[in-house]
């Protein structure tokens, strides 16, 4: 059967960098991924886990202000946005965003409600809120290349049945 939802429960931010890791792999560093949820819900943090995958070690700041921050690899790239602050979805043409998503890239994008109309469908949708203790992740598939990294994800980390 194949999988298109599951859910995560990481206890601490040691285990959330952790799930991020597995994510990139799962998504073999390609694809398109959003991150729902809250201030403060660990949507960074997890994007920190994806580019800790790719060798990324160092922090990494949110691009609140310039909106995105791109990161090149060996393996590839990662497009990192926080679109927190977009006035319009129609300024991510201005910003490039179009060639950006041509790329075959892993594109993180924070706030996706911001950019709701412009931005093309996610292969991966995440919705990330807080327990106790830790964070919740649900994580839902919108294309065949997002059920494969489901699958590939659900074997790598502890998924809650
Ligand atoms: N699974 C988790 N359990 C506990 N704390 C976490 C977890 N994931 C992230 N955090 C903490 O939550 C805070 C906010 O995380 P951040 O990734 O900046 O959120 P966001 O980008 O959604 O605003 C940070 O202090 C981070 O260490
Ligand atoms: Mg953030």
Redesign the pocket.
């Known amino acids: 059967m194949s999988k298109t939802t599951i859910t995560l ?5 040691t ?3 952790a799930i991020g890791c597995q994510l990139a792999e799962a998504l073999e560093y390609r694809g398109i991924v959003y ?1 729902n ?12 886990g994806v580019l800790r995958a790719l060798g990324h070690d160092g922090a990494v700041k ?1 691009p609140t202000y310039t909106l995105v921050e791109p990161y090149d690899f060996d393996r590839g790239r990662v497009y990192h946005f ?1 679109l927190y602050r977009l006035g319009d979805p129609e300024e991510l043409e201005f910003l490039g965003a179009r060639d950006m998503f041509a790329d075959e890239a892993l594109m993180l994008v ?1 706030w996706p409600v911001r950019g709701e109309g412009w931005l093309p469908a996610a292969d991966v949708v995440i919705t ?1 809120s807080l327990i106790q ?3 919740r992740l649900v994580l839902e598939a919108g294309s065949d290349h997002g059920v494969q990294a489901l699958q590939r994800l659900a074997v790598s980390s502890r998924e809650i049945p």
Do not use: I
């Not at 429960?9 to 931010?13: F, L, N, S, T």
């Not at 949820?37 to 920190?48: I, M």
């Open positions: 429960e990481p206890g601490d931010e285990a959330q960098v991150l949820g809250e201030l403060g819900a660990g949507k960074t943090t997890l994007a920190r949110s926080d924070e990330l203790p830790g964070r």
